[in-house]
């Protein structure tokens, strides 16, 4: 007997633990987005878009390179380096089909402080130049991009860290709030870092807290020094590149290519600084020389992995954040999913692997996912694309940057932090849907600006959990017993009717940041489960919770009733009496819900709103405001549909009126 369990005990541990030629498979589609949907590639609907945006997004690769790699205290060659290793790496790992992943200001800005601190500036004359060193750069500058790659490099295996403990799905306490404030005021930073560089001063390096004023002050200080020429050439360049980028939006449905401005500008700079011998006339500051090719890859020096940990954390969170919040945002408007954890694997892969070809951190940016929208992009194959134009920068036409004054690159790298800049508009909506987010937005940026981006973004999250679970005390459920006195009332009202398909659903929980996600995954499997079923319930199911945070568990309702009406036009009723308290996260998940539910063909009506829920959706939403949406009861909502003899025929089951408490 005993012989006998030992077998089959042995038989099912083998057959659990063999790797099957399947599951392999299905690993690999999961950890290689690239084997999933490269062989559906359409040639012949996506190639054409995808290479004229591929052939842009190579303009602003080029561009943010060079001006990051300034940005991060480090030679503009390593740059462009950092603009073809990552995106090739993420094409490959990543799952957002809009994202470009490269040189991004915020982790050049932390890696930077590295630098700085560990080669400072006053040790460059005590360096020669060197024959022998990679490229025929300095050794001032080969120690400096030995701690840039540093950074990066410890700044990827933390992100793979964080894959490997799954702590993607930990990314929701990062609520949008905090990633708007965080991403602004580090475009502020970076708008400071490039002043020296649009007046055309000599100005020492500055960081540490309170560094953003003390850039300022110096430039008060020393207001004497600024160079005319460079000033007039910054604002010449700065309105150009505003006037034509606005004109290229407005005319985008007219013309099929944008104007390269970028480029434009670049190309009449360089040879209008080439011509008048700017660099030495009028003390313009250029680009100068930039080595031919790419050296052999070396690996990152590990002695000084110990200095650099504190860069390397907020290089891993920051760029990580920021990069995540492009591709949910991709993901949402192209209608596609995407795994948190497998972001974390892309990442940190990128920076692993591209520290070993002399690349400054990196992560995706604001400014190239837009511009991935506004040309059209339909894949990861126009960032492939890009990858190869960018090549042709490395080996051939890299020289002759190097009359590119410095003041053109820095107004580029300003004008191109518009999308960051603007959300200072964030403020009224937040004001208007959840004055609470709008403070968090406000105490966010400001210690994004006092001290750095890895701060801010720390204090942001810190004082979102803090604010919660402030107010979660206070939420009170939907009773047992309220919920069955509705259904009889509703029952009783409406039963002389033959009235099918109406589904009522209970929110029985605030709406929060920590349970939103949740809120919208069940909805969604309700619906896709109701209109998968063909054969109608006798029993009504009822799921009902009183705990606050049963949302972060992993209870679900088991039965659900329905009778499913997949071409016939259907409405939902919310019943909102539970709904206690939301914040900006829970009334743009309950909005997206409503779009998504009106794609289905399904009307979703809400009942027992509150003034300030109401308020809110309005502001945030474009709802349609002919038809109603908000009801003082159920019973009323009921009545509406009644009334509309259009819709004869509603969603989920008889009007015995299941009702469902959602356990959002």
């Given at each position: 007997?005993?012989?006998?369990?030992?077998?089959?005990?042995?038989?099912?541990?083998?057959?659990?633990?063999?790797?099957?030629?399947?599951?392999?498979?299905?690993?690999?589609?999961?950890?290689?987005?690239?084997?999933?949907?490269?062989?559906?590639?359409?040639?012949?609907?996506?190639?054409?878009?995808?290479?004229?945006?591929?052939?842009?997004?190579?303009?602003?690769?080029?561009?943010?390179?060079?001006?990051?790699?300034?940005?991060?205290?480090?030679?503009?060659?390593?740059?462009?380096?950092?603009?073809?290793?990552?995106?090739?790496?993420?094409?490959?790992?990543?799952?957002?089909?809009?994202?470009?992943?490269?040189?991004?200001?915020?982790?050049?800005?932390?890696?930077?402080?590295?630098?700085?601190?560990?080669?400072?500036?006053?040790?460059?004359?005590?360096?020669?130049?060197?024959?022998?060193?990679?490229?025929?750069?300095?050794?001032?500058?080969?120690?400096?991009?030995?701690?840039?790659?540093?950074?990066?490099?410890?700044?990827?295996?933390?992100?793979?860290?964080?894959?490997?403990?799954?702590?993607?799905?930990?990314?929701?306490?990062?609520?949008?709030?905090?990633?708007?404030?965080?991403?602004?005021?580090?475009?502020?930073?970076?708008?400071?870092?490039?002043?020296?560089?649009?007046?055309?001063?000599?100005?020492?390096?500055?960081?540490?807290?309170?560094?953003?004023?003390?850039?300022?002050?110096?430039?008060?200080?020393?207001?004497?020094?600024?160079?005319?020429?460079?000033?007039?050439?910054?604002?010449?360049?700065?309105?150009?590149?505003?006037?034509?980028?606005?004109?290229?939006?407005?005319?985008?449905?007219?013309?099929?290519?944008?104007?390269?401005?970028?480029?434009?500008?670049?190309?009449?700079?360089?040879?209008?600084?080439?011509?008048?011998?700017?660099?030495?006339?009028?003390?313009?500051?250029?680009?100068?020389?930039?080595?031919?090719?790419?050296?052999?890859?070396?690996?990152?020096?590990?002695?000084?992995?110990?200095?650099?940990?504190?860069?390397?954390?907020?290089?891993?969170?920051?760029?990580?954040?920021?990069?995540?919040?492009?591709?949910?945002?991709?993901?949402?408007?192209?209608?596609?999913?995407?795994?948190?954890?497998?972001?974390?694997?892309?990442?940190?892969?990128?920076?692993?692997?591209?520290?070993?070809?002399?690349?400054?951190?990196?992560?995706?940016?604001?400014?190239?996912?837009?511009?991935?929208?506004?040309?059209?992009?339909?894949?990861?194959?126009?960032?492939?694309?890009?990858?190869?134009?960018?090549?042709?920068?490395?080996?051939?036409?890299?020289?002759?940057?190097?009359?590119?004054?410095?003041?053109?690159?820095?107004?580029?790298?300003?004008?191109?932090?518009?999308?960051?800049?603007?959300?200072?508009?964030?403020l009224k909506k937040y004001w208007n849907v959840d004055k609470i987010d709008w403070g968090i937005w406000v105490s966010t940026y400001v210690f994004t600006i006092c001290f750095a981006a890895n701060v801010g973004l720390l204090f942001g999250v810190v004082c979102t959990i803090a604010i919660v679970i402030g107010r979660f005390p206070r939420a009170m459920t939907l009773s047992i017993k309220n919920m069955k006195e509705m259904e009889f009332k509703v029952k009783t009202e409406m039963d002389s009717e033959n009235l099918q398909q109406v589904k009522i659903i209970s929110i029985n929980n605030p709406l929060v940041?920590?349970?939103?996600?949740?809120?919208?995954?069940?909805?969604?499997?309700?619906?896709?489960?109701?209109?998968?079923?063909?054969?109608?319930?006798?029993?009504?199911?009822?799921?009902?919770?009183?705990?606050?945070?049963?949302?972060?568990?992993?209870?679900?309702?088991?039965?659900?009733?329905?009778?499913?009406?997949?071409?016939?036009?259907?409405?939902?009723?919310?019943?909102?009496?539970?709904?206690?308290?939301?914040?900006?996260?829970?009334?743009?998940?309950?909005?997206?819900?409503?779009?998504?539910?009106?794609?289905?063909?399904?009307?979703?009506?809400?009942?027992?709103?509150?003034?300030?829920?109401?308020?809110?959706?309005?502001?945030?939403?474009?709802?349609?405001?002919?038809?109603?949406?908000?009801?003082?009861?159920?019973?009323?909502?009921?009545?509406?549909?009644?009334?509309?003899?259009?819709?004869?025929?509603?969603?989920?089951?008889?009007?015995?009126?299941?009702?469902?408490?959602?356990?959002?």
């Open positions: 007997m005993t012989g006998a369990k030992k077998k089959k005990k042995s038989m099912l541990w083998g057959k659990m633990h063999t790797p099957q030629c399947e599951d392999i498979i299905q690993w690999c589609r999961r950890r290689l987005p690239i084997l999933d949907w490269a062989p559906h590639y359409n040639l012949k609907e996506n190639l054409l878009p995808d290479t004229v945006s591929g052939i842009m997004l190579a303009v602003q690769q080029v561009t943010q390179g060079l001006a990051f790699a300034v940005l991060s205290s480090v030679h503009p060659v390593f740059g462009l380096y950092g603009s073809l290793f990552p995106a090739i790496i993420y094409a490959i790992f990543g799952m957002g089909r809009h994202v470009a992943t490269g040189t991004f200001a915020l982790t050049s800005l932390i890696s930077a402080n590295a630098v700085e601190r560990i080669v400072p500036q006053n040790i460059q004359n005590l360096t020669t130049q060197s024959n022998t060193s990679v490229l025929g750069l300095s050794d001032f500058e080969m120690q400096r991009i030995h701690v840039a790659v540093a950074v990066s490099f410890l700044g990827g295996v933390i992100q793979v860290a964080m894959f490997v403990l799954q702590l993607g799905s930990a990314t929701f306490v990062v609520t949008e709030p905090v990633i708007s404030a965080m991403t602004t005021g580090a475009a502020t930073h970076v708008v400071t870092s490039q002043v020296k560089y649009l007046l055309g001063m000599k100005m020492p390096y500055i960081s540490g807290p309170l560094g953003f004023f003390h850039i300022y002050a110096y430039v008060f200080e020393n207001i004497k020094s600024v160079r005319l020429e460079a000033l007039l050439l910054s604002l010449l360049s700065i309105v150009v590149l505003v006037l034509v980028k606005e004109l290229n939006e407005q005319f985008k449905r007219k013309i099929k290519v944008v104007l390269p401005v970028d480029l434009v500008l670049i190309i009449a700079a360089s040879f209008a600084c080439y011509c008048t011998n700017m660099e030495n006339t009028y003390g313009l500051e250029v680009v100068g020389r930039i080595p031919q090719g790419i050296p052999s890859p070396r690996a990152p020096p590990m002695n000084i992995l110990s200095a650099v940990i504190t860069e390397a954390f907020g290089v891993a969170l920051v760029g990580y954040v920021a990069s995540l919040a492009l591709a949910q945002g991709s993901a949402k408007k192209f209608k596609y999913s995407i795994d948190d954890n497998q972001e974390f694997l892309a990442h940190g892969l990128s920076n692993i692997v591209s520290s070993f070809f002399f690349c400054i951190p990196s992560a995706a940016a604001m400014g190239r996912t837009a511009g991935l929208y506004s040309t059209g992009a339909k894949t990861q194959v126009a960032c492939l694309i890009s990858c190869i134009f960018v090549l042709i920068v490395i080996y051939a036409i890299g020289p002759l940057l190097y009359w590119l004054p410095m003041c053109v690159l820095a107004s580029i790298i300003v004008v191109g932090l518009k999308g960051m800049l603007i959300q200072f508009r964030d940041f920590l349970n939103a996600k949740k809120f919208y995954t069940d909805l969604m499997n309700i619906i896709q489960k109701e209109n998968a079923c063909n054969q109608p319930l006798d029993d009504t199911s009822k799921c009902e919770q009183n705990t606050l945070l049963n949302s972060l568990s992993n209870g679900n309702c088991n039965e659900e009733v329905s009778q499913s009406c997949p071409n016939e036009k259907c409405s939902l009723i919310l019943d909102c009496s539970g709904f206690t308290f939301f914040d900006y996260s829970g009334v743009s998940m309950l909005v997206e819900v409503y779009m998504d539910c009106e794609g289905r063909s399904v009307d979703v009506l809400l009942a027992h709103c509150t003034t300030s829920l109401i308020k809110a959706m309005t502001y945030y939403g474009n709802l349609d405001s002919e038809k109603p949406i908000f009801f003082e009861s159920v019973s009323a909502a009921i009545s509406h549909i009644h009334s509309n003899k259009a819709s004869d025929k509603l969603l989920f089951g008889n009007l015995d009126l299941p009702t469902m408490s959602l356990l959002s």
